[in-house]
């Protein structure tokens, strides 16, 4: 589909003969590589598609063209971009901005009859980025684009009183095509999961946490995209939810799980003592070990929560490589919230009440770690 649309480009503006497309790697402050975006050059500017703002920055924004008009609205996170396909000049929450060049019209009924629009790079470093309080570096030799939080660094490491404090991510478990575990009564994993995200949502949104749920829907999300949405999101501690099951109908209560990377880094030495052996240490390994501490701290409160305030059963902490939290750049536990396979659990988890007790001592526990 790209490369036909791009020959008719080529047979309406011969002058576009010269697009052509370059593989951008997008990378965090760290260098962890997030993404590979295909850009499109042409005369010497980069172009991206519309489609790829959504999967670096909001995954549930949204855009709309008017192909009379000629103008492409979007929507990031809480801002409002009006362009236009024909023009340099835009807005972004009315306020206007200036492109050195205009976005690129490619093909006005692509799939799903959705057009494929492309703007320059100019408008994702010079108006994306400030807008959403990012520092967005491109870098065309090293094809690269750096993204880093324009005021946030490290989260859990708030001295400056004007950060703006970091969101709590809710990621519930499974969806779509992956159910998880199946209760005895027919409820299913996934849905409890969203079930019990939404209503934490709601609750934190009610005392003003900053909160961002990793799917809101019934469908499938890999945990790459999980990790990312966590990450572009603010995300200061993620909360993964699962449920339980047994085949000993007796077993019930939560369980609390840490991802700890430590078992699969081959240390030469003492951790610490050697730097050779760190330099060599993937990034993402150094990263994930830095938020160990916090994401202990975080399961040994709610712990200590869930028992006091609603005398549920918590087994003791458990810490191991998890695969699903691997990219998940921030301190994160991983939450069995109860055992499917038993009827005491599976009423926690549907009754009403029962279930805002639990969402509202997790949300408040945790508060205090996103400060
Ligand atoms: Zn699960």
Same mark, same amino acid.
């Given at each position: 589909?790209?490369?036909?649309s ?13 697009a ?14 997030? +993404? ?8 010497g500017?980069? !172009? ?16 709309? !063209? ?7 609205? *979007? ?7 009006? *362009? ?6 835009? #807005? ?8 050195? +060049? &205009?976005?690129?019209?490619?093909d006005?009924? @692509? ?17 994306? @980025?400030?807008a959403?309080? !990012?520092?967005?570096?491109? %870098? ?15 989260p859990?490491? $708030? ?13 519930? =478990?499974?969806? =779509?095509?992956? $159910? ?9 994993? #996934?849905?409890v999961?969203?079930?019990? $995200? ?20 019934? #469908? ?6 999980? &990790?990312?949405? $966590? ?10 939810? +699962? ?25 030469? %030495? ?7 052996s ?9 990263? /994930?070990?830095?938020?160990?501490? +916090? ?42 919230? =109860?055992?499917?396979?038993?009827? *005491? ?11 805002? &007790?639990?969402? /509202? ?6 508060? /205090?770690?996103?400060?």
């Amino acid at each position: 589909m790209r490369v036909a649309s791009l020959w008719l480009l080529v047979f309406l503006f011969p002058s576009m003969i010269i697009a052509q497309e370059i593989p951008i790697q997008v990378v965090d402050s760290g260098g962890q590589q997030l +993404h590979t975006l295909q850009s499109l050059v042409q005369r010497g500017t980069y !172009y991206f598609d519309v489609e790829d703002l959504f999967l670096l920055f909001d995954p549930q924004g949204g855009q709309r !063209y008017i192909p009379l008009t000629k103008r492409l609205t *979007l929507r990031l996170r809480d801002k409002r971009f009006d *362009l236009s396909v024909t023009r340099k000049q835009g #807005k972004v929450d009315g306020q206007p901005f200036r492109l050195a +060049h &205009a976005p690129l019209l490619v093909d006005e009924a @692509g799939p799903d009859n959705r057009p494929i629009i492309r703007v320059p790079v100019d408008f994702i470093t010079d108006v994306v @980025g400030p807008a959403l309080d !990012y520092v967005i570096d491109f %870098n065309p030799n090293a094809q690269r684009l750096q993204v880093r939080e324009a005021q946030v660094s490290v989260p859990f490491q $708030a001295t400056n009183p004007e950060m703006v404090s970091l969101a709590l991510i809710l990621d519930p =478990g499974h969806g =779509g095509q992956d $159910a998880g575990a199946r209760g005895t009564t027919g409820i299913v994993e #996934k849905d409890v999961t969203l079930a019990v $995200a939404r209503q934490a949502s709601a609750f934190a949104e009610s005392i003003g946490l900053p909160v961002y749920l990793t799917r809101t829907e019934d #469908k499938t999300v890999s945990s790459l995209a999980r &990790a990312q949405a $966590a990450i572009w999101n603010r995300g200061g501690l993620l909360i993964s939810i +699962h449920c339980n099951r047994s085949f000993l109908p007796n077993e019930s209560g939560v369980r609390i799980f840490i991802n700890n990377p430590e078992g699969n880094l081959a240390f030469g %030495n003492t951790p610490g003592e050697s730097n050779t052996s760190e330099e060599s240490m993937p990034i993402q390994e150094v990263s /994930q070990a830095q938020f160990l501490v +916090h994401s202990k701290q975080v399961a040994e409160a709610l712990k200590q929560q869930l028992q006091e305030s609603l005398d549920v059963p918590v087994a003791d902490i458990v810490e191991l490589p998890l695969q699903s939290l691997m990219q998940v750049m921030m301190p994160a536990i991983l939450l069995e919230v =109860g055992f499917l396979s038993n009827p *005491l659990d599976q009423t926690r988890l549907t009754d009403p009440s029962q279930l805002e &007790a639990l969402t /509202q001592v997790l949300v408040n526990t945790v508060q /205090q770690f996103l400060d």
